[in-house]
């Protein structure tokens, strides 16, 4: 094992897989000889050469169309979008083509194209740097979404990416690369060597994708979340005295159904929580499934902690931000006594 | 007078009411373009995206040096695969007509492009069509029965009834899977010769695009990536002067050629006849020579004429000139080749019209076949289960519940 933050279990997931697996490739912009903004990529193309790692023009529909191209011809394109916020101009690739290729062509053709892209804001990025784009890519049939909280689950659930022959979009939480983030600006910043996720092993292993983490056990409330909103929810319901059961989705889709609803069973009361806005949004998706499945088990309306419907101003950072006093609000509704 | 801008409208040369007017084409002489060497670099040879390359003259007579000097036996292989293209167009379209299919698209007037560059590919070669390239999948020996299967969405559909007609595919035959949505193969097939690059093989992929989607990002991105990684890629722009009905200025072919495109990203570009079957061949020969010595991708425009109609659901009366295609300067693609096998390969036409007849039955009796399997509206149907398989490798149990719910829909009519 060795101590690692979120870039470094992510630098060391693609090292593991393009050591494993020759057809592994990254692509994507300033990913190559500089290592990617945010480091994510560093020192790759110094180990696996220049065919391997490629620097590529600013044109991500051109990233995504060439990167299904590769797939199509045996390779497993590992791409990356440098911020989720420009992933739109990729999209016709992804929804129409990525999503689509293996059901139009009944399975004779498919493309195992890995999208890395960072999202989330908290790092004054302004309405540019800062989305959470799941919620679209989670309502297109056929593409898998995942959003770790953590580097042990990020270096997991990226191998299990690239090995899966379905095209997986896969988020990064950007304010959690270095350490983890409980949304309380006026703390110091912690590193990820303070966190037991921050214990990473070195070599090959996978965490699966539709398997939800439930990150601490509760009686009183089940808390259904995935990235940043992880770790402002558990201190959120700590600070309030809570014992509340926190649920990290990790994948969007596939959806594990069964934690979630096995939690809401037990505890009565929900709350789900994601930086992206409100309306809908993933939260929606989950609240509809669970009073499907749960309604009899309600002991209160579910409550939803989002990003308001706005873009993410830059000067309002900390007021757009899904904040503790956010969480604060909300579960005092949901823990109104039955 | 005061000078100011003005939004200029590209013109339309001839709506209906008026007579065909082709004076808009830049044409070259048959023979007089000149024939670099495959090796030349892109900077070199912009020529070749202005001028028109052409072998066959109007009198049927190969001229110049691009003349790819073919076999007549290889050339009667090319005259019986545009025919059959044809002869199934037309069969096609009756066929729709008559409520059979729900929808088709022919390619009359433009069976030269994809017969004669598929024959001058090599079968390891990856072709990334759009949907008026069936020339393609008949010289590729895709049996007309498969085609017409997907055309009918029956049990043998390749598509298994998820994709509209036409957008056929075969991962044997190394045809990839058409998209509805225009443009977006041209990225892949880059992203394929990327890939072969980056294995060491020989193959190149290519593709083809309607001028009219040239005016997609897709389009763009391709050159781009294509000029960078100086791919192993032949890009194709058929520009048969309408994209239903907006004529080809309306995707910026009035101020400069399509092939100009190419140079202005550093390929090659070249524009040539695309009805003239030995043009066509020797240009692909060319390019894909390039392509497999390292001497990167080329963009070729084959200047041609959608003779029909856009598909099953347009009826071009209503924007174009009647009678245009008889007045087209680079006259029919198989009239043309059929009367210099006549002059030069002992073709007659007798040999035609027995050829044309067995192709004529050789349709009509695969027809006969593919109806067994099933039609739209009678016989035996697909399983509708099929709709939830290949959204993903492995159904989600959110997929299986939701097959439940179809099949308990079905079962309580």
């Known amino acids: 094992m060795a101590q690692m933050n979120m870039i470094q279990a992510l630098n060391s997931a693609m090292d593991v897989m393009l050591g494993r697996d020759p057809a592994v490739v990254l692509m994507g912009e300033d990913i190559g000889y500089f290592g990617g903004v945010f480091r994510v990529t560093d020192g790759l193309q110094r180990k696996y050469g220049e065919h391997r790692v490629l620097d590529t023009p600013i044109a991500e529909g051109g990233i995504v169309g060439a990167a299904i191209g590769m797939a199509v011809n045996g390779l497993r394109p590992v791409a990356e979008i440098q911020f989720a916020d420009y992933i739109y101009p990729g999209f016709d690739q992804i929804a129409s083509e990525l999503a689509r290729l293996r059901y139009r062509s009944a399975g004779d053709f498919f493309a195992p194209v890995t999208i890395r892209t960072p999202c989330g804001g908290g790092i004054r990025g302004g309405q540019t740097h800062s989305q959470s784009p799941e919620g679209i890519f989670t309502h297109v049939c056929g593409l898998k979404v995942v959003m770790p909280s953590n580097p042990y689950d990020a270096k997991g659930l990226l191998i299990t990416a690239i090995e899966d022959d379905d095209p997986v979009i896969f988020f990064e939480p950007k304010r959690l690369y270095n350490g983890p983030f409980d949304g309380d600006t006026n703390k110091p910043a912690v590193p990820w060597s303070t966190h037991k996720k921050g214990e990473v092993p070195e070599g090959h292993y996978t965490v699966p994708l539709g398997k939800a983490d439930i990150v601490r056990e509760g009686k009183d409330l089940s808390i259904v979340s995935y990235g940043t909103m992880v770790h402002v929810a558990a201190a959120a319901a700590a600070a309030q005295g809570i014992d509340a059961e926190i649920i990290d989705l990790r994948s969007l889709v596939p959806l594990d159904v069964d934690t979630i609803c096995t939690s809401v069973k037990k505890t009565g009361r929900c709350m789900v929580a994601h930086e992206a806005t409100r309306f809908s949004g993933f939260g929606a998706e989950i609240v509809a499934i669970i009073q499907e499945e749960c309604f009899w088990n309600l002991l209160a309306p579910i409550q939803r902690v989002a990003g308001w419907d706005t873009p993410y101003p830059h000067a309002f950072e900390w007021e757009y931000f899904p904040s503790q006093a956010r969480f604060a609000a909300a579960l005092k509704v949901v823990m109104e006594p039955a | ?413």
Not at chain 2, 41 to 58: M, T, Y
Not at chain 2, 126 to 145: A, D, E, K, T
Not at chain 2, 344 to 370: D, I, M, P, T
Request: hydrophobic residues 40%; contains cysteine.
């Open chain 2, 1 to 413: 007078m005061q000078r100011r801008s003005r939004l200029h409208l590209p013109p339309t040369p001839a709506r209906p009411g008026e007579a065909p007017d082709f004076s808009y084409l830049q044409l070259s002489a048959a023979g007089a373009v000149r024939r670099p060497d495959a090796s030349a670099r892109a900077r070199e040879i912009g020529f070749l995206s202005v001028e028109l390359v052409r072998v066959l003259d109007d009198a049927h007579e190969p001229r110049g040096p691009w003349d790819p000097h073919l076999d007549p036996s290889e050339l009667e292989i090319g005259l019986r695969h545009m025919l059959l293209t044809r002869i199934f167009d037309d069969r096609m379209q009756r066929t729709q007509r008559s409520g059979k299919i729900s929808f088709y698209m022919r390619s009359l007037g433009e069976e030269a492009v994809s017969v004669a560059q598929c024959m001058a590919l090599r079968p390891g070669d990856m072709l990334f069509p759009s949907y008026r390239n069936q020339g393609l999948h008949i010289v590729r020996g895709m049996p007309l029965v498969d085609l017409m299967c997907q055309l009918l969405s029956n049990t043998r559909d390749m598509c298994k009834g998820r994709q509209l007609p036409v957008m056929y595919h075969s991962a044997a035959a190394r045809l990839f899977s058409i998209s509805g949505n225009l443009g977006t193969q041209f990225p892949q097939a880059v992203g394929w010769a990327m890939a072969a690059a980056i294995k060491g093989e020989d193959h190149l992929a290519a593709s083809w695009i309607g001028e009219g989607a040239s005016a997609e990002a897709d389009f763009h991105h391709a050159l781009l990536f294509a000029a960078v990684y100086q791919a192993p890629v032949i890009l194709n722009v058929v520009n048969n002067q309408w994209a239903i009905s907006t004529f080809q200025g309306y995707a910026g072919g009035e101020q400069r050629s399509f092939a100009a495109r190419g140079p202005g990203y550093g390929i090659a570009g070249v524009r040539v006849d695309g009805n003239d079957f030995l043009a066509v061949y020797a240009v692909t020969q060319w390019a894909a020579e390039r392509a497999r010595t390292g001497a990167g991708p080329t963009l070729i425009e084959l200047v041609t004429y959608r003779a029909a109609a856009h598909s099953t659901s347009d009826d071009p009366a209503r924007y174009r000139a009647k009678d245009d295609y008889a007045h087209w300067p680079l006259g029919d693609p198989i009239e043309r080749l059929k009367q210099y096998l006549i002059k030069h390969g002992g073709w007659s036409e007798e040999r035609h019209r027995a050829l044309a007849a067995e192709l004529e039955s050789l349709v009509a009796a695969s027809w006969k076949e593919a109806v067994t399997y099933g039609t739209l509206n009678e016989g035996p149907r697909l399983d509708p289960d099929l709709m939830f398989e290949d959204v993903f490798k492995e159904m989600p149990s959110s997929l299986k519940r939701q097959r439940e719910a179809m099949r308990a829909e079905k079962g309580s009519k």
